[in-house]
Protein backbone atom coordinates (compact mmCIF):
# COMPACT_ATOMS: atom_id res chain seq x y z
CA UNK A 1 0.00 0.00 0.00
CA UNK A 2 2.73 2.51 0.78
CA UNK A 3 4.86 3.26 -1.59
CA UNK A 4 8.37 3.66 0.14
CA UNK A 5 11.60 5.19 -1.75
CA UNK A 6 14.13 3.35 -2.89
CA UNK A 7 16.96 5.34 -2.87
CA UNK A 8 18.46 8.23 -0.62
CA UNK A 9 21.12 10.97 0.02
CA UNK A 10 23.36 9.44 2.01
CA UNK A 11 25.24 11.66 3.93
CA UNK A 12 28.73 11.02 6.61
CA UNK A 13 28.32 7.32 5.83
CA UNK A 14 29.85 5.58 8.81
CA UNK A 15 30.70 8.05 10.92
CA UNK A 16 29.73 9.14 14.60
CA UNK A 17 27.51 12.34 14.83
CA UNK A 18 28.83 15.38 16.09
CA UNK A 19 28.29 15.73 20.00
CA UNK A 20 25.62 18.39 20.12
CA UNK A 21 22.16 18.77 20.62
CA UNK A 22 20.14 15.17 20.72
CA UNK A 23 23.50 13.80 21.77
CA UNK A 24 23.45 12.64 25.57
CA UNK A 25 26.59 10.17 25.41
CA UNK A 26 24.87 6.87 25.13
CA UNK A 27 27.49 6.47 22.11
CA UNK A 28 30.42 6.68 24.35
CA UNK A 29 28.92 4.58 26.87
CA UNK A 30 28.58 1.93 24.60
CA UNK A 31 31.63 2.23 22.87
CA UNK A 32 33.10 1.30 26.54
CA UNK A 33 31.94 -2.51 26.78
CA UNK A 34 31.92 -4.96 24.55
CA UNK A 35 32.31 -2.49 21.67
CA UNK A 36 32.22 -4.25 18.11
CA UNK A 37 32.13 -1.17 16.14
CA UNK A 38 30.04 1.64 13.98
CA UNK A 39 27.32 0.51 12.01
CA UNK A 40 25.56 2.79 9.76
CA UNK A 41 21.65 2.54 10.23
CA UNK A 42 19.71 3.82 7.20
CA UNK A 43 15.94 4.17 8.39
CA UNK A 44 12.80 5.58 6.62
CA UNK A 45 11.51 8.72 7.79
CA UNK A 46 7.95 9.89 7.38
CA UNK A 47 4.39 9.78 6.74
CA UNK A 48 1.62 8.69 4.93
CA UNK A 49 2.14 11.80 2.82
CA UNK A 50 5.59 9.94 1.71
CA UNK A 51 8.81 9.87 3.43
CA UNK A 52 12.81 8.94 2.65
CA UNK A 53 15.38 7.18 4.29
CA UNK A 54 17.75 9.14 6.44
CA UNK A 55 21.56 7.65 7.32
CA UNK A 56 22.12 7.85 11.36
CA UNK A 57 25.16 5.77 13.01
CA UNK A 58 25.29 3.20 15.78
CA UNK A 59 27.72 1.83 18.25
CA UNK A 60 27.27 -1.39 18.06
CA UNK A 61 27.46 -3.58 21.22
CA UNK A 62 27.79 -7.63 21.45
CA UNK A 63 24.24 -8.91 21.84
CA UNK A 64 22.68 -5.68 20.67
CA UNK A 65 19.49 -6.13 18.31
CA UNK A 66 18.11 -4.09 16.02
CA UNK A 67 15.84 -2.51 18.57
CA UNK A 68 18.60 -1.09 20.63
CA UNK A 69 20.30 0.72 17.60
CA UNK A 70 16.80 2.42 16.63
CA UNK A 71 16.75 3.17 20.39
CA UNK A 72 20.43 4.70 20.66
CA UNK A 73 19.68 6.46 17.12
CA UNK A 74 16.39 7.78 19.15
CA UNK A 75 18.76 8.78 22.16
CA UNK A 76 21.55 10.39 19.93
CA UNK A 77 20.99 11.98 16.68
CA UNK A 78 16.71 11.64 16.27
CA UNK A 79 14.55 12.13 19.12
CA UNK A 80 11.21 12.44 16.99
CA UNK A 81 12.15 8.70 15.77
CA UNK A 82 9.00 6.91 15.88
CA UNK A 83 9.22 3.37 16.72
CA UNK A 84 6.63 0.95 18.23
CA UNK A 85 7.92 -1.91 20.69
CA UNK A 86 6.54 -3.01 24.53
CA UNK A 87 8.09 -6.53 25.27
CA UNK A 88 11.82 -6.57 23.75
CA UNK A 89 10.98 -10.28 24.07
CA UNK A 90 9.58 -11.23 20.89
CA UNK A 91 5.95 -11.71 22.20
CA UNK A 92 4.37 -8.78 21.43
CA UNK A 93 4.29 -8.31 18.05
CA UNK A 94 4.84 -4.49 18.19
CA UNK A 95 7.82 -4.03 16.51
CA UNK A 96 7.47 -5.50 13.73
CA UNK A 97 9.39 -3.73 10.84
CA UNK A 98 11.29 -4.86 7.13
CA UNK A 99 15.13 -5.17 8.23
CA UNK A 100 17.33 -5.17 5.25
CA UNK A 101 14.03 -5.47 3.22
CA UNK A 102 13.08 -8.89 5.30
CA UNK A 103 9.89 -8.49 7.46
CA UNK A 104 11.51 -9.08 10.99
CA UNK A 105 10.65 -8.08 14.51
CA UNK A 106 13.63 -5.37 15.62
CA UNK A 107 13.62 -6.90 18.79
CA UNK A 108 14.84 -10.76 18.18
CA UNK A 109 17.12 -9.65 15.39
CA UNK A 110 20.54 -9.29 16.55
CA UNK A 111 22.93 -7.33 14.86
CA UNK A 112 25.85 -9.69 14.63
CA UNK A 113 23.42 -12.20 12.56
CA UNK A 114 22.93 -9.35 9.95
CA UNK A 115 25.47 -9.14 7.06
CA UNK A 116 28.75 -6.36 7.13
CA UNK A 117 27.32 -2.98 6.26
CA UNK A 118 24.89 -0.61 5.78
CA UNK A 119 21.62 -1.80 7.96
CA UNK A 120 18.18 -0.45 6.37
CA UNK A 121 15.21 -0.54 8.27
CA UNK A 122 11.72 0.67 7.64
CA UNK A 123 7.93 0.14 7.89
CA UNK A 124 5.88 -2.28 7.09
CA UNK A 125 4.94 -2.44 3.19
CA UNK A 126 1.38 -4.00 3.40
CA UNK A 127 -0.03 -1.22 5.94
CA UNK A 128 -0.08 2.28 5.41
CA UNK A 129 2.41 4.18 7.46
CA UNK A 130 1.50 6.52 9.94
CA UNK A 131 5.22 7.59 10.99
CA UNK A 132 8.50 6.99 10.25
CA UNK A 133 8.71 3.10 11.31
CA UNK A 134 5.04 2.95 12.63
CA UNK A 135 2.79 1.15 10.53
CA UNK A 136 -1.10 1.57 10.86
CA UNK A 137 -2.23 -2.18 11.79
CA UNK A 138 -5.50 -1.34 12.25
CA UNK A 139 -7.42 -3.15 9.22
CA UNK A 140 -6.28 -6.16 10.69
CA UNK A 141 -8.54 -5.65 13.80
CA UNK A 142 -11.38 -4.70 11.34
CA UNK A 143 -10.76 -8.41 9.63
CA UNK A 144 -11.00 -10.31 12.91
CA UNK A 145 -14.40 -8.85 13.91
CA UNK A 146 -15.82 -10.24 10.36
CA UNK A 147 -14.90 -13.71 11.69
CA UNK A 148 -17.34 -15.50 13.33
CA UNK A 149 -16.10 -15.89 17.14
CA UNK A 150 -15.61 -19.13 18.97
CA UNK A 151 -19.11 -21.00 20.01
CA UNK A 152 -19.04 -23.63 21.75
CA UNK A 153 -21.12 -26.70 21.56
CA UNK A 154 -23.71 -27.25 25.16
CA UNK A 155 -21.15 -29.01 27.81
CA UNK A 156 -21.85 -32.63 28.90
CA UNK A 157 -24.59 -33.40 31.25
CA UNK A 158 -21.83 -33.12 33.99
CA UNK A 159 -21.37 -29.52 32.91
CA UNK A 160 -17.79 -30.54 31.45
CA UNK A 161 -16.83 -30.71 28.36
CA UNK A 162 -14.44 -33.42 26.79
CA UNK A 163 -11.61 -32.84 24.01
CA UNK A 164 -8.74 -35.49 22.53
CA UNK A 165 -5.51 -34.84 23.54
CA UNK A 166 -4.06 -34.91 19.85
CA UNK A 167 -7.60 -32.34 19.58
CA UNK A 168 -5.70 -30.11 21.79
CA UNK A 169 -2.51 -30.12 20.11
CA UNK A 170 -3.66 -29.66 16.51
CA UNK A 171 -4.74 -25.94 17.33
CA UNK A 172 -2.24 -24.99 20.36
CA UNK A 173 0.21 -24.61 17.85
CA UNK A 174 -1.97 -21.47 16.09
CA UNK A 175 -2.45 -20.09 19.59
CA UNK A 176 1.05 -19.59 19.94
CA UNK A 177 0.77 -16.27 16.98
CA UNK A 178 1.38 -13.07 18.62
CA UNK A 179 -0.47 -10.80 15.88
CA UNK A 180 3.18 -9.30 14.74
CA UNK A 181 1.68 -9.33 11.10
CA UNK A 182 4.99 -10.21 9.83
CA UNK A 183 3.54 -13.04 7.15
CA UNK A 184 0.51 -10.34 6.01
CA UNK A 185 3.46 -7.85 5.78
CA UNK A 186 5.44 -10.36 3.51
CA UNK A 187 1.78 -11.86 1.80
CA UNK A 188 2.45 -10.61 -1.84
CA UNK A 189 -1.39 -10.51 -2.32
CA UNK A 190 -1.35 -7.76 0.40
CA UNK A 191 2.12 -6.36 0.01
CA UNK A 192 2.08 -6.35 -3.72
CA UNK A 193 -1.62 -6.77 -5.03
CA UNK A 194 -2.79 -4.51 -2.25
CA UNK A 195 -6.18 -7.24 -1.79
CA UNK A 196 -7.42 -6.00 1.42
CA UNK A 197 -10.69 -5.78 0.65
CA UNK A 198 -10.57 -9.16 -1.00
CA UNK A 199 -8.00 -11.34 1.10
CA UNK A 200 -7.88 -11.68 5.15
CA UNK A 201 -4.34 -12.92 4.90
CA UNK A 202 -2.17 -15.76 6.17
CA UNK A 203 -2.86 -14.30 10.15
CA UNK A 204 -6.18 -14.82 9.44
CA UNK A 205 -6.10 -17.85 8.25
CA UNK A 206 -4.42 -19.15 11.35
CA UNK A 207 -7.40 -17.68 13.14
CA UNK A 208 -9.82 -19.15 11.19
CA UNK A 209 -8.06 -22.79 11.24
CA UNK A 210 -7.33 -22.60 14.73
CA UNK A 211 -11.47 -21.89 15.27
CA UNK A 212 -12.55 -24.54 12.74
CA UNK A 213 -10.35 -26.95 13.79
CA UNK A 214 -11.22 -26.62 17.29
CA UNK A 215 -13.36 -29.53 18.27
CA UNK A 216 -16.45 -27.46 20.82
CA UNK A 217 -16.79 -24.99 18.33
CA UNK A 218 -20.19 -25.09 16.48
CA UNK A 219 -19.91 -22.88 13.35
CA UNK A 220 -18.72 -22.89 9.78
CA UNK A 221 -16.95 -20.49 8.72
CA UNK A 222 -16.12 -22.26 5.34
CA UNK A 223 -18.47 -20.07 3.08
CA UNK A 224 -16.35 -16.90 5.05
CA UNK A 225 -13.30 -18.29 3.67
CA UNK A 226 -13.96 -18.78 0.24
CA UNK A 227 -15.63 -15.52 -0.16
CA UNK A 228 -14.80 -12.43 1.95
CA UNK A 229 -12.04 -14.49 3.32
CA UNK A 230 -10.77 -14.96 -0.41
CA UNK A 231 -8.71 -18.15 0.72
CA UNK A 232 -8.58 -19.18 -3.34
CA UNK A 233 -6.38 -16.09 -3.41
CA UNK A 234 -3.50 -17.87 -1.85
CA UNK A 235 -1.19 -19.73 -3.51
CA UNK A 236 0.47 -21.49 -1.11
CA UNK A 237 4.08 -20.15 -1.61
CA UNK A 238 5.04 -20.75 2.06
CA UNK A 239 6.47 -16.93 2.15
CA UNK A 240 4.25 -16.95 5.34
CA UNK A 241 5.72 -19.16 7.43
CA UNK A 242 9.22 -18.16 6.29
CA UNK A 243 8.77 -14.64 8.38
CA UNK A 244 6.68 -15.89 11.58
CA UNK A 245 8.89 -15.61 14.64
CA UNK A 246 6.73 -17.94 16.54
CA UNK A 247 7.75 -20.85 13.70
CA UNK A 248 3.60 -21.85 13.05
CA UNK A 249 3.55 -23.73 10.06
CA UNK A 250 1.18 -21.31 8.69
CA UNK A 251 0.76 -22.83 4.75
CA UNK A 252 0.66 -26.62 5.99
CA UNK A 253 -1.05 -26.41 9.07
CA UNK A 254 -3.95 -23.98 8.64
CA UNK A 255 -3.97 -22.72 5.57
CA UNK A 256 -3.86 -26.13 2.95
CA UNK A 257 -6.11 -27.81 5.27
CA UNK A 258 -8.39 -25.25 4.97
CA UNK A 259 -8.63 -24.96 1.43
CA UNK A 260 -9.00 -28.73 1.48
CA UNK A 261 -12.15 -28.28 3.82
CA UNK A 262 -13.66 -25.88 1.17
CA UNK A 263 -12.81 -27.69 -1.64
CA UNK A 264 -14.40 -30.76 -0.27
CA UNK A 265 -17.93 -29.00 0.62
CA UNK A 266 -17.68 -26.66 -2.51
CA UNK A 267 -16.51 -28.72 -5.45
CA UNK A 268 -16.91 -32.22 -4.57
CA UNK A 269 -20.04 -33.21 -6.82
CA UNK A 270 -21.06 -35.93 -4.27
CA UNK A 271 -20.81 -33.21 -1.54
CA UNK A 272 -22.61 -30.80 -3.81
CA UNK A 273 -24.93 -33.32 -4.48
CA UNK A 274 -26.01 -34.11 -1.25
CA UNK A 275 -26.28 -30.42 0.19
CA UNK A 276 -28.85 -30.00 -2.67
CA UNK A 277 -30.92 -32.83 -2.14
CA UNK A 278 -31.52 -31.83 1.72
CA UNK A 279 -31.04 -28.40 0.89
CA UNK A 280 -28.58 -28.17 4.46
CA UNK A 281 -26.50 -25.20 2.49
CA UNK A 282 -26.53 -22.02 4.56
CA UNK A 283 -24.50 -19.11 4.72
CA UNK A 284 -22.51 -20.18 8.52
CA UNK A 285 -24.25 -23.61 9.29
CA UNK A 286 -23.45 -25.48 12.20
CA UNK A 287 -20.71 -27.82 11.81
CA UNK A 288 -21.64 -32.01 10.84
S1 LIG B 1 1.29 -19.10 1.33
FE1 LIG B 1 -0.56 -17.95 0.76
S2 LIG B 1 -1.01 -16.64 2.51
FE2 LIG B 1 1.14 -17.35 2.73
S3 LIG B 1 2.38 -15.74 1.75
FE3 LIG B 1 1.96 -17.28 0.16
S4 LIG B 1 0.10 -16.55 -0.89
FE4 LIG B 1 0.24 -15.42 1.07
S1 LIG C 1 1.01 -16.15 12.29
FE1 LIG C 1 3.16 -15.72 12.86
S2 LIG C 1 3.80 -14.07 11.46
FE2 LIG C 1 1.57 -14.15 11.39
S3 LIG C 1 0.85 -12.65 12.89
FE3 LIG C 1 0.97 -14.65 13.94
S4 LIG C 1 3.01 -14.74 14.85
FE4 LIG C 1 3.05 -13.07 13.36
S1 LIG D 1 8.98 -5.41 21.30
FE1 LIG D 1 7.53 -7.01 21.64
S2 LIG D 1 7.88 -8.35 19.94
FE2 LIG D 1 9.45 -6.85 19.74
Known sequence: MSDLPTTFEPHSPGKPPAAGPGNDGATSNLQKSEALGGRTMKIWRGDAAGGEFKEYHAEVSAGMVVLDAVHQVQ???????????????????????????????????????????????????????????????SW????????????????????????????????????KCIECFLCQDTCHVLRDHGKHEEFAGPR?????????????????????????????????TKCCTEVCPEHIHITDNAIIPLKERVADTYYDPVIKLWRWAFKKFEHSEPKT
Open 75 to 137: ATQAGDLACRWNCKAGKCGSCAAEINGKPRLMCMTRIESLPEGTITVQPMKAFKPMKDLVTDV
Open 140 to 175: NYAVKKKIAPFTPKAPEADGTWRMQQFEVERVQEFR
Open 204 to 236: FFVHSAQLEMHPLDTVNREAWLKNDGGLGYCNI
